[in-house]
């Protein structure tokens, strides 16, 4: 058993103080960039200072808590922002963590290391797409983000930067060899934990996410004179395909394949006009890349074919590309073996079906995720939790898991 643990007491005060900026109902709403956002980030500044770190906001949003100790230095966190409406810990969780981690860690004389913390800008895309983490990792351009513009309001991104103080402030990219390594912790939000009884997922890797527009084209008419086996109607065009999409994707899909058609669009959309067009977004997520190629190629051979018969015509285009990331193993050993140290091991290996700022700083050093249950799988909604007992062993195991990866 190691000599000093996390605080749990500490870990829930912290939670619940983040949870009490911009609360809604039993939940937390704090868009990117909102003042409660601000006010979390703010924050996040006073606790990196109280535990002896350096503390900086860069010129996207965002925060860093560094140290001089010497040794090697393990990167932790998360991000503090939230979907419109919805939960508390999704985010907070593992910046708090990380911050934990920090403190217990880098006061450690037996510790030869430290953990340096992290808390990422816009994980939750009200922007973009991961644009803090993607920002360190130097995949973000000075013309991505004059392009961007918050999802609910259009707020221009260089808009919300000005009025957080931060415009013309220079953009903190990873400097090579500062880091062993990036550990995040999160919430299931699934119910796999749970309905197993078990305290830790142990994540094997995180999933792409590819997103493509289908468009249906028909013939915009009258609702009441235009007889049935002449209408080119839009909308039934694409309710059919969706069903035939649920139809065959199961032959050909992998064993965690998953696919939502996220939202539907009828032109012009009114009750007396038969849709002359009609859209849908469609997600496809897994970790094998091959297993979306053939899904991808089976969607655009069932566009093909629907066009082929009629009487209206589909089209597919491709909006987002989501590269699975595969976390380092030697991490997920140092997580296991931390479940046994301070959990019973009451730990299981599974995959990430939603993305996380992990799977971008995967793509310039070693990273690792650790999961706790998530409450009825519930997440993006003000009902997500996690039981106290659950969230402190988390922090337990998160804090021993980072004491082996500094070690060796």
Known sequence: MPDVRADGHRVLAD?????????????????????PHKLSLEWLVQKLREADLSATIDGIGNVFGTTTKAG?????????????????????????????????????????????????????????????????VGQVTEADIDAARDRTSGRTMRDALADMGLAGRPRITAEPGRHVGYLEAHIEQGDTLESG???????????????????????????????????????????????????????????????????????????????GGAEMLFQIRDDDPSVIARLEQLLRTMADE?????????????????????????FQDAIE????????GRSIRMPSGAGHDAQMLATVMP?????????????????????DADIVTGAEVFVEACRRILGG
């Open 15 to 35: 939670l619940h103080a983040l949870r009490a900026i911009g609360a809604y109902k039993t939940g937390v709403h704090k868009p990117t960039f909102s003042e």
């Open 197 to 275: 009884r078990l305290a830790i997922g142990v994540v094997t890797s995180i999933v792409g996410i590819w997103q493509y527009q289908i468009n249906f084209a028909g013939e915009q008419n009258h609702a009441g004179t235009t007889r049935m086996a002449v209408r080119k109607d839009a909308g039934l065009a694409l309710a059919k395909f969706c069903v035939a999409i649920d139809e065959r994707f199961p032959a050909a899909c992998g064993p965690r394949t998953v696919w939502t058609t996220g939202r539907i669009t009828l032109d012009p959309g009114a009750p007396s006009i038969i849709p």
């Open 72 to 136: 090697p230095k393990l990167l932790a966190g998360s991000h503090l922002e939230s979907q419109n409406h919805a939960g508390w810990l999704d985010g907070p969780l593992g910046v708090v963590y990380a911050l934990e981690a920090a403190r217990v860690l880098n006061a450690d004389a037996s510790v030869n290391g430290a953990v340096e913390v992290a808390a990422w800008c816009d994980e939750e895309g009200h922007f973009g797409h991961f644009l803090g983490s993607r920002s360190y």
């Open 337 to 344: 073996a931390a479940s046994k140290a301070v959990a019973g």
């Open 367 to 387: 990273a690792g995720m650790l999961f706790v249950p998530s409450i009825g799988g519930i997440s993006h909604h003000w009902t997500e939790n996690t039981a």
């Open 306 to 330: 629907a066009s082929a018969k009629g009487p209206c015509t589909v089209s597919v285009t491709k909006l987002r590309t989501g590269a699975p990331a595969m976390m380092n193993a030697g």
